[in-house]
């Protein structure tokens, strides 16, 4: 599994999705679909597109990864996860596949997802990419509309070291004469995600040039077009929304009817409709408790934003990473004057929390180690006053051990 152990469970093929697509009757093409793609963003992009579909009365499929608490939440139909009965019959059925070529944890699960939501004829699916792009398990799907969020640094091992080259694996998911949305117009993505849009033959929209925020209202084309409160609203999904907001208006110029109503709902209810949880997600009041699943250098600044933007005392940060990461970048943004507790979550590709220790004092990072992730928490509520303030993270699985998550 990638997911816990990295490297080792990567395949960067698509052969054994298309081999378990053809033993399934191929389900990719029986249903339609958003591909979502993207370094940061990608996963909120896909569960505010999944809140607004089902607002708009599309029985509306949702895949997602990784999951935090339960495999079930990578798989959902209108906001209920897949049953566990499903996924092991599922399992049972393709066994001789599974046996034969021994296929990676990540595909099995993307050819159940496509399984699933044929058996079940959604309307359409939101399906969001597991890593990059061109050769994620994902990309055998022809979408209704592409849609690719934030690029930045991350997973550099495996996609590139410049954002030049990440993006060019992302842009993998720009299908022939499939429209294409790109979230953030970023000057060293713009020319990549042009001319290969241009080869694909591919409508391209970059969603800056059309909408912007303006405090509680969205213009479009310089006109006001929507009002949305934005007081709940992290500050970095205003950048999201645009992606969105760009989608919705393709979804509904190829026939579908996504009213400004459903749009409006989608957004003020994704956590409600889709369960959508870690994105700057608050988990106490008094001291305010605040978590986020943000962990490479973009998202870390993001949740850095959302901090300066809040009034508090004290902060106490509890923080855990992944071993396969050069982590020294994301120490160097962190704040000098937090107290930190060094943690480490429970899974063989979570860096030991002594490292993890031994590095951030070395930026100048001061704290105390406490390996379990809760137990760290705990000890950050102890010393917090009533007016300080507790973010949890720097890891998807940090987050995902939460008790009260």
Not at 55 to 84: D, M, V, W
Not at 302 to 325: A, C, P, R, T, W
């Amino acid at each position: 599994m990638f997911q816990r152990d990295g490297a080792s469970a990567f395949k960067k093929d698509l052969t054994h999705t298309l081999r378990l697509c053809e033993f399934l009757g191929h389900p990719e093409h029986q249903f339609k679909s958003i591909h979502v793609a993207g370094t940061n963003g990608k996963g909120s992009t896909s569960h505010y597109l999944a809140a607004i579909l089902q607002q708009a009365g599309y029985k509306t499929g949702l895949y997602t990864s990784p999951h935090l608490k339960s495999f079930t939440e990578r798989i959902k139909i209108n906001g209920e996860e897949i049953h566990k009965q499903a996924v092991v019959d599922f399992v049972d059925r393709i066994k001789p596949v599974i046996n034969e070529i021994k296929p990676s944890f990540f595909e099995i699960t993307v050819a159940m997802c496509f399984d699933y939501f044929a058996k079940e004829q959604v309307d359409i699916a939101v399906i969001e990419v597991g890593m990059g792009g061109r050769l994620d398990s994902t990309n055998v799907i022809l979408p209704e509309v592409s849609v690719i969020t934030n690029i930045s640094m991350d997973h550099q091992q495996w996609l590139g070291d410049t954002i030049e080259a990440i993006a060019r694996e992302k842009a993998g998911i720009i299908k022939k004469n499939r429209p294409v949305v790109i979230t953030e117009k970023q000057p060293e993505t713009v020319a990549v995600f042009s001319e290969i849009a241009s080869v694909a033959n591919s409508v391209i929209t970059f969603a800056g040039d059309n909408y912007e925020f303006k405090n509680n209202v969205v213009l479009k084309e310089g006109k006001e077009w929507l009002t949305i409160d934005t007081t709940s609203l992290p500050k970095y999904q205003f950048r999201n929304l645009l992606g969105v907001f760009s989608a919705i208006d393709i979804l509904n110029e190829r026939g579908y009817s996504i009213s400004n109503e459903a749009i409006t709902s989608g957004v003020h209810k994704v956590f409600d409709l889709t369960n959508l949880k870690g994105r700057w997600q608050k988990l106490a009041e008094k001291p305010l408790m605040y978590c986020d699943v943000g962990h490479n250098e973009a998202g870390i600044i993001y949740i850095l934003d959302q901090i300066n933007s809040l009034q508090f005392e004290k902060l106490h940060i509890v923080l855990g990473m992944v071993n396969d990461k050069d982590v020294s970048k994301i120490l160097s943004l962190l704040p000098k004057n937090a107290t930190y507790y060094f943690c480490q979550a429970n899974i063989p590709r979570a860096m030991a929390a002594e490292a993890l220790a031994e590095k951030g004092n070395q930026f100048g990072l001061a704290g105390i180690v406490i390996k379990n992730v809760n137990e760290a928490v705990d000890a950050a509520r102890s010393n917090a006053n009533l007016n300080d303030l507790i973010f949890i993270g720097g890891s998807n699985f940090v987050v995902a051990e939460l008790d009260n998550l």
